[in-house]
Every structure is written in C-alpha cells, then in structure tokens.
C-alpha cells in the first residue's frame, strides 16, 4: 500500500504548542502512534502556561514550575525524548520576530523532517468556545519559522554562529477541526493519550475526561470510518536541490542534557531518558 499523510512515520517529528496539555488534548494519540513506531520526538513549548490557575497566592513562577513539571511527565508516557520550554508569558503571545527566531534555532537545533502545531487562524468553535489567542499565535510562528525561514540561510545568519545550518522541513501537520485533509488512526494508542493528559493534574480535575477525549477522537474518525482518529491539515514542502541528491541521512549526535532553570531563565531543554 502505497505511503499517505495519514500513514507516514516521521523519523524525526517536533511539535509546537502555546501551553502545557495543547498537545494531550489535541494530537498526543498521533505522537504516541509514531514514538512506537520508532519515531525521535521533541516538543516546543512557547510559554509555561502560568498563568492558567484560578486560586489566589499562586505566583507565576510556582504555576510555570507546576506545569513544566506536569509537562515533561506527559511527554515521558508518550516516548518523547525532549521537551523544550521557550517561557514567554502565558496569556500574552505575540507572533513576532523574536519568537519566530526561537522556533528557527530549534528547528535548525532538532532537524525534523515533520512538524506539527496549532492552527493559526481558526477564532470560533462551535457556538461555545473562542480559540486562545497564544494558540494562534503559536501556529502562525511555527508555521512562519518552518517556511521559509528554518531553510534560508540569510534569515537569521548569527545562526550559523551557533553551528545551526539552515534545516529543511518537509512534512507539516497543523491540528485541527476545521479544514481537515487528513485523519490519522489512533485507536491503538488512545489509552495513552489519556494517561498523557491525565498527568496534567493541575488542570485536568474532571473524572469523565477520557470519555470526553473518546467522544471527540470518535466524532474525528466517523468522517473516516476510523474508530478514534485525530485530524490535521496535511501541508507537503518542496525538498530543496541539496535533499534531491543527498546520501541516506546519518544518526545525529545527541545533545548534551540541561538541568531545568527557572522559568525566567529562557529556553531550557529537558531530555527524557529512555526515550527514542
Ligand atoms: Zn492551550
């Protein structure tokens, strides 16, 4: 059978989201699928998330080390091998030149061949919900760092001072319920989606979550025939002259691991042991 969006595996896959649980409760089942299939992913996380608590006397800083904490242990059920916290403000993303810099020098650092994110446009849901603004925000960056920038040389050269060469993506998944053009299998790996989503404790307090996550994964996969399915924007990139004619890729080398600093201490890098 020949390959699809829908089938692809990606040897290398970054995700790039607005807050902690944006990926568990949108898209994890389709990480878990790849993880197992012997995938290499890495999740960006533009902010901390910190601002995302009502009770009064909890500072940002204990919020953010919280949800990093509560991050990193979803990401861990799920096989990721790293979680990066780029610490913007929660509530207060800008899609702007700075962060669209962050998301090239991880693109360039990690070389993924697919990228997944946030959908950058989409406002209303239903009659009952407006997507968050850092949602947007997000997508709109990742997807402006992806194409062209991560692959342009001359945007960014103080880059290359990092040792970053410019990286080509070829595969981007945005998620979403509107606009969709691919639906990805996840009756296998649901089960770990919630679990991934229940690590976010703090967040997650209602006891009929998973039914909630299964209602929502079985409206995706009627479309399609599919049990439990998650839905995406599929967007195939051009392969530049270099990949064209390029000997089968080499395993990259490992990036040493970074102890969590704090939140206002920028982007920090945690590797999760174990994991592919
Ligand atoms: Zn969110």
């Not at 020949?2 to 290398?12: D, F, G, L, M, N």
């Not at 990690?110 to 850092?134: A, C, E, Q, R, S």
């Not at 909630?212 to 530049?240: H, M």
């Not at 691991?257 to 939140?263: A, L, S």
Request: with cysteine.
């Amino acid at each position: 059978m020949s390959e699809t969006p829908a089938s692809y595996i990606p040897k290398r896959v970054l995700a790039v989201v607005a807050h902690p649980d944006d990926i568990e409760f949108s898209f994890a089942g389709t990480i878990a699928k790849w993880t197992q299939a012997g995938a290499t992913a890495c999740y960006v996380l533009c902010t901390d998330g910190d601002a995302g608590f009502t009770q009064p006397g909890i500072t940002r800083r204990q919020a953010a080390e919280i949800r990093r904490i509560e991050q990193t242990a979803a990401a861990k059920v799920l096989g990721v091998r790293e979680v990066v916290f780029l610490g913007y403000p929660d509530g207060l993303l800008v899609n702007n030149l700075e962060l669209r810099k962050h998301l090239v020098r991880q693109i360039r650092r990690f070389k993924p061949d697919t990228l997944v994110t946030l959908h950058p446009t989409v406002v209303f849901v239903g009659d009952g919900y407006i997507n968050h603004p850092d949602h947007r925000a997000c997508g709109q960056a990742a997807l402006d760092a992806t194409f062209p920038a991560a692959a342009m040389r001359l945007v960014f050269p103080e880059l290359e001072g990092e040792g970053l060469e410019p990286h080509r993506v070829r595969h981007v998944y945005v998620s979403t319920w509107h606009e969709a053009n691919t639906y990805i299998d996840i009756t296998d790996t649901i089960d770990l989606k919630i679990c991934a989503l229940k690590e976010h404790k703090s967040q997650v307090n209602r006891h009929d979550i998973g039914e909630r996550l299964r209602q929502w994964a079985a409206e995706r996969g009627k479309a399609v025939g599919l049990t439990y399915a998650e839905s995406f924007r599929y967007i195939a990139l051009p392969a530049g002259e270099a990949e064209k004619h390029a000997p089968p890729e080499e395993e990259l080398e490992e990036e040493p691991c970074e102890e969590v600093p704090g939140p206002e201490a920028g982007p920090a890098v945690i590797r999760i042991a174990g994991s592919n």
